[in-house]
């Protein structure tokens, strides 16, 4: 699939009490198991970070990484989200019109190039909700299983994925 894999690298995680992508999930950091699920799904990949770039999360850094993105559709991963899989990104590229999301949240998701009119104009307007975006959006729903959408915003809850995750 010719997609563009964008991973959303967060700020400073006052919830989390350190940074984020550098916490271990087995071998590996959350932002290294984030970078090789992308590379395994997409032939293209970029990360956008948020407080050392000045963006706001996650509706400013979708539409710098979809302005950034070389290709048609961009799929957006965040970076705290460990468990979902290469298959679950090409399955949101696939699904993609305008936008793919799993259902009640807009990451991740895909995003296409056509998208960013909808979605410059409410940057601009300061109307920063990605999912009060969606109804504007040629947008579809992928249903996806449920443990691949685990958030990290704690330690406690990466302690959970540590005792799942592979």
């Known amino acids: ?7 959303l690298l967060g700020g400073l995680s006052r919830r989390f009490g350190s940074v984020k992508a550098l916490a271990p999930l087995g071998s590996e950091t959350l932002a290294e198991r ?3 699920a992308l590379g395994d799904a997409f032939p293209h990949r970029i990360a956008v970070g948020k ?8 509706f400013e850094v979708l539409v710098a990484g979809l302005r950034a993105a070389q290709t048609e559709i961009a799929v957006f991963l965040p ?3 460990p468990l979902v899989t290469p298959e679950a990104l090409r399955e949101l590229a696939g699904a993609c019109a305008e936008a793919a999301v799993p ?3 807009p990451l991740p998701g895909a995003y296409a190039q056509s ?6 104009a409410r940057l601009a307007a300061g109307e920063l909700d990605l999912l009060e975006a969606l109804p504007e959006l040629d947008t579809r729903t992928v249903e996806l299983d449920g443990e691949l959408l685990a958030n990290i915003n704690t330690e406690r809850e990466l302690d959970r994925l ?3 995750a592979t």
Do not use: K, S, Y
């Not at 699939?1 to 991973?7: I, N, R, Y």
């Not at 407080?51 to 996650?58: C, S, T, V």
């Not at 998208?115 to 410059?120: D, M, R």
């Open 51 to 58: 407080e050392a770039d000045q963006l706001g999360f996650p």
């Open 79 to 81: 970076v705290d989200c």
């Open 34 to 36: 984030a970078w090789r």
């Open 162 to 164: 540590r005792a799942i």
């Open 115 to 120: 998208a960013l009119p909808v979605l410059e």
């Open 1 to 7: 699939m010719d997609a563009t894999g964008v991973l």
């Open 103 to 105: 259902p009640g949240d």
